[in-house]
């Protein structure tokens, strides 16, 4: 729209433009387009008639599509063609984007890749396109620039690239600059990044946590405390209502008082709209975390709004996926349930957290287990990326023992990586089914990259066989794994004459012994060069 209205781009084309929230639209009982498009015009009435008479130079750019989760099934004799006409909302749009209303206009539609590709078969016509954000070259520049030191920001950088997810994350100009403060500050206090790495919980916990223990946060440690809590509190109630705009009495119901609102605006965890009367956390994922930490936090009978749901639901609705919004928010949960990110709650609370909250959410998994009807609608993908994320070896072989029966697609290498974690704890595992698209169609078998994808020294036996049987395996990534045995019979493959291996990266190895190895002067100086490198974590050289 910027560009348009400043003259660069459709000017020739489109007379005037409309951007449509469905975030916002969704909260409309029932409106016309003619009310839609005059809401926000700068004078009392919008020309509609003036407007309306070349709708071929209309175009209606429509954002947050899966917030109206509107499948576009609205049967045709429910579709009205008359703009002035009051309408549901999604009677209204579903007019729009079938052609019966304003046949001639043009749209721009933006919603999520989560969002069910079967609605693009009822659009006339469609050209999907899929914006990939930042590349690699521009996540680099941007970390460069954030940290304004190189060798820091190549430090951060690297760390985030092996992980799959975070980098992933950081094509979204926000969730980098998010990722890039979080590793900034604990580099600053001295912490292993590896660790603030390990997962996207760990990563956005340091963010909140460094927001509200920071100088700029001007609180007592008490205060602080029941700020986050609120903050929490009002995260959930969004989640819950679907809504990610809070009013001002939405803040207080939740604990926030008008004087917390400029710290909040001020540490970047929440923003003011643009009508200044409303806000939003930062980004969605933000608010997906603090609403998880809701429930380690407080029971849901606690909560002021009687939409927000028990863990038990909200754990099943995650694993539907009937709310397609939650994105992160189970993995999150399962992610705070982990032994080290329960430490550091504990720390910043002041208190300990019970125990019971882990088995709950075990009898929960258990219950879906024995629950035929629950477990045809789950999301079995879902369920190992939460399991994923939490990295408790012992819980996920006692959840995963009762599943006999596991259904789903893998759609990418992360998918791939995640279920082949889970799948090894499930013992009495008696039916398996899984599709596989996309995944293998631009490798040529030569690199394998499983760095922090949760290896044990057990996997180290399957590797051993690969390494000795593979001619075309060239270059293996199993950094931040903790292989611990498994290291030695890696070692004995790599020996073996039949390993084509060229390069083996493991950035968390620590000793190292090259007796009885014929060095020579350019090995020795090659290894002196490793040993400078700033990511060598080598302690022990014999």
């Given at each position: 729209m910027l560009a348009w209205s400043e003259n660069t781009l459709y000017q020739d084309t489109f007379q005037y433009v409309f951007y449509l929230s469905c975030r916002e639209v969704k909260q409309l009982t029932a409106t016309s387009l003619a009310e839609l498009i005059s809401r926000e015009w700068p004078n009392s009435s919008a020309p509609i008639a003036e407007i309306m008479f070349?709708?071929?130079?209309?175009?209606?750019?429509?954002d947050s599509f899966e917030e109206l989760k509107c499948d576009l099934d609205e049967p045709e004799s429910n579709l009205h063609n008359d703009w002035m006409e009051k309408q549901p909302v999604r009677v209204l749009l579903s007019s729009l984007l079938r052609k019966k209303m304003l046949s001639e206009s043009s749209?721009?539609?933006?919603?999520?890749?989560?969002?069910?590709?079967?609605?693009?078969?009822?659009?006339?016509?469609?050209?999907?396109k899929t914006l990939m954000g930042f590349t690699e070259a521009d996540r680099k520049l941007y970390f460069c620039c954030l940290f304004q030191d190189r060798n820091k920001a190549m430090e951060a950088f690297h760390f985030v690239r092996e992980n799959?997810?975070?980098?992933?994350?950081?094509?979204?100009?926000?969730?980098?600059?998010?990722?890039?403060?979080?590793?900034?500050?604990?580099?600053?206090?001295?912490?292993?990044l590896a660790l603030a790495c390990r997962r996207s919980t760990s990563l956005f916990a340091s963010f909140i946590f460094n927001l509200f223990t920071s100088s700029g946060a001007r609180r007592t440690r008490q205060q602080s405390q029941g700020l986050l809590i609120s903050l929490c509190s009002l995260a959930a109630e969004g989640m819950w209502t679907d809504t990610s705009a809070f009013s001002e009495d939405d803040l207080r119901r939740n604990g926030i008082a008008d004087p917390d609102i400029p710290m909040l605006l001020g540490v970047k965890v929440l923003k003011r709209r643009e009508d200044e009367s409303s806000y939003t956390f930062i980004h969605m994922r933000v608010q997906e975390f603090c609403a998880a930490m809701f429930y380690l936090l407080k029971s849901h009978?606690?909560?002021?709004?009687?939409?927000?749901?028990?863990?038990?639901?909200?754990?099943?609705?995650?694993?539907?996926?009937?709310?397609?919004?939650?994105?992160?928010?189970?993995?999150?949960v399962f992610g705070l349930l982990n032994e080290k990110e329960q430490q550091r709650l504990d720390a910043f609370f002041g208190f300990q957290l019970s125990q019971k909250?882990?088995?709950?959410?075990?009898?929960?998994?258990?219950?879906?287990?024995?629950?035929?009807?629950?477990?045809?609608?789950?999301?079995?993908?879902a369920l190992f990326y939460c399991l994923f994320e939490m990295q408790n070896e012992d819980f996920i072989r006692q959840a995963m023992h009762f599943l006999q029966d596991v259904n789903f697609s893998i759609a990418d290498n992360s998918d791939l990586v995640v279920s082949a974690y889970c799948l090894k704890y499930c013992s009495g595992l008696k039916k398996l089914q899984f599709s596989i698209q996309n995944v293998f169609q631009e490798t040529n078998g030569h690199s394998c990259m499983l760095a922090n994808c949760?290896?044990?020294s057990d996997d180290c036996?399957?590797?051993?066989?690969?390494?000795?049987?593979?001619?075309?395996?060239k270059h293996l990534n199993?950094?931040?794994?903790?292989?611990?045995?498994?290291?030695?019979?890696?070692?004995?493959?790599l020996c073996h004459p039949d390993c084509a291996l060229e390069v083996l990266i493991c950035k968390t190895l620590r000793r190292l012994n090259l007796v009885q190895n014929a060095l020579d002067h350019s090995g020795v100086a090659v290894l002196c060069e490793a040993l400078r490198h700033p990511e060598c974590a080598l302690e022990v050289l014999g």
């Open positions: 070349q709708p071929e130079r209309l175009l209606f750019i429509i749209l721009l539609i933006a919603a999520t890749h989560e969002y069910p590709r079967e609605v693009e078969g009822r659009l006339e016509c469609p050209e999907i799959d997810h975070l980098f992933s994350m950081c094509q979204i100009p926000l969730l980098c600059w998010i990722v890039c403060t979080s590793l900034k500050q604990e580099m600053e206090k001295g912490r292993d009978s606690d909560h002021p709004h009687p939409a927000v749901g028990c863990a038990e639901a909200l754990l099943f609705n995650y694993l539907k996926t009937v709310k397609t919004h939650w994105i992160l928010l189970g993995c999150f909250i882990k088995q709950q959410y075990y009898q929960y998994l258990k219950s879906l287990a024995e629950r035929e009807d629950l477990k045809r609608q789950v999301d079995f993908l949760g290896l044990t036996q399957v590797f051993s066989s690969v390494l000795n049987s593979s001619k075309k395996l199993v950094s931040y794994n903790y292989l611990h045995e498994g290291v030695c019979q890696l070692c004995k493959s």
